[in-house]
């Protein structure tokens, strides 16, 4: 088996999926881990590996993978243990319906409310042309404008208000799904899960107005299923700081209950 390096920031949203897919079907890998508040992403050594400057990337032999939804499949499909898709038609295009509604609608909303709340006052202390000659080396036009937003805090009121509502009506639909079956997109855990649970594992944290075991029993129910896997614990075990102490926190609530 060819050698895996992953590059990575927290276990979390975009990094965490191809960290959580790896750690489910028993594959070993090199991890870098990339500080995206310290621009590690931007910087030439890691522009060596992904010219794009996004993060996760994951090297398996010569090959070069990016954008993690497409590293998770590549991932289920390259190597032996667990399937992570399961073998029913419905079942399978369900699971791409929810990833393909989380990268595309439901990720990017708290992707927003996170730069919000805790990327722009993280890089708030740097002077303006410090975030300036930052922004100057994101590859990517999109990017910078994003970074730009977070850094200055230009996100506007309706941005963000379209944000939370997009994210209460996103934890309403994942409640009445899992009230249909064990996990979301089966009843067999799957790609659609890891992707899920890397946006929505602090909901009861981040927003304990919509999801809690009164509010919300099934995602409640799912949550504490998806933290108790092996994997789950494992792949958080190479977090740092603020992300990783809300996920033990709230290991030791479920580990209880």
Same mark, same amino acid.
């Not at 030439?44 to 400057?53: R, W």
């Not at 590549?74 to 243990?81: D, I, M, Q, R, T």
């Not at 970074?147 to 309706?158: G, I, L, Q, V, Y």
């Given at each position: 088996?060819?050698? =895996?390096?992953?590059?990575?920031?927290?276990?979390?949203?975009?990094?965490?999926?191809?960290?959580? /897919?790896?750690?489910?079907? %028993?594959?070993? $890998?090199?991890?870098?881990? #990339?500080?995206? !508040?310290?621009?590690?992403?931007?910087?030439?050594?890691?522009?060596?590996?992904?010219?794009?400057?996004?993060?996760?990337?994951? #090297?398996?032999?010569?090959? =070069?993978?990016?954008?993690?939804?497409?590293?998770?499949?590549?991932? +289920?499909?390259?190597?032996?243990?667990?399937?992570?898709?399961?073998?029913?038609?419905?079942?399978? @295009?369900? *699971?791409?319906?929810?990833?393909?509604?989380?990268?595309?609608?439901?990720?990017?909303? $708290?992707?927003?409310?996170?730069?919000?709340?805790?990327?722009?006052? /993280?890089?708030?202390?740097?002077?303006?042309?410090?975030?300036?000659?930052?922004?100057?080396?994101?590859?990517?036009?999109?990017?910078?404008?994003?970074?730009?937003?977070?850094?200055?805090?230009?996100?506007?009121?309706?941005?963000?208000?379209? &944000?939370?509502?997009?994210?209460?009506?996103?934890?309403?639909? !994942?409640?009445?799904?899992? %009230?249909?079956?064990?996990?979301?997109?089966?009843?067999?855990?799957?790609?659609?899960?890891? +992707?899920?649970? +890397? &946006?929505?594992?602090?909901?009861? *944290?981040?927003?304990?107005?919509?999801?809690?075991?009164?509010?919300?029993? +099934? #995602? @409640?129910?799912?949550?504490?299923? =998806?933290?108790?896997?092996?994997?789950?614990?494992?792949?958080? /075990?190479?977090?740092?700081?603020?992300?990783?102490?809300? $996920?033990?926190?709230?290991?030791?609530? $479920?580990?209880?209950?």
């Amino acid at each position: 088996m060819a050698e =895996v390096t992953l590059y990575h920031w927290e276990p979390n949203a975009n990094s965490g999926k191809p960290m959580l /897919a790896l750690a489910e079907k %028993g594959v070993p $890998f090199a991890s870098h881990y #990339i500080d995206m !508040l310290e621009f590690d992403q931007h910087k030439p050594e890691y522009l060596a590996v992904n010219p794009q400057g996004t993060i996760p990337a994951m #090297i398996h032999g010569e090959r =070069v993978l990016t954008e993690s939804t497409a590293i998770m499949e590549y991932v +289920n499909e390259a190597f032996p243990g667990p399937d992570l898709m399961p073998a029913d038609p419905q079942d399978r @295009w369900r *699971v791409r319906w929810w990833m393909k509604f989380m990268d595309q609608w439901l990720g990017p909303s $708290f992707s927003m409310i996170g730069w919000c709340t805790f990327v722009g006052p /993280a890089l708030a202390k740097r002077s303006v042309e410090e975030r300036e000659a930052l922004i100057a080396r994101i590859p990517l036009p999109e990017r910078r404008v994003a970074w730009r937003k977070a850094m200055f805090a230009e996100f506007s009121d309706s941005e963000l208000a379209e &944000s939370k509502r997009r994210v209460a009506h996103g934890v309403k639909l !994942l409640e009445q799904e899992l %009230g249909k079956r064990e996990y979301v997109a089966s009843n067999q855990y799957s790609l659609a899960d890891i +992707n899920i649970f +890397n &946006s929505t594992y602090s909901l009861p *944290v981040g927003n304990p107005d919509l999801c809690g075991p009164e509010e919300t029993p +099934n #995602i @409640w129910r799912w949550l504490r299923t =998806v933290y108790k896997r092996p994997a789950v614990q494992q792949t958080w /075990a190479l977090g740092q700081g603020r992300f990783t102490d809300r $996920f033990n926190a709230l290991m030791e609530e $479920f580990a209880d209950a």
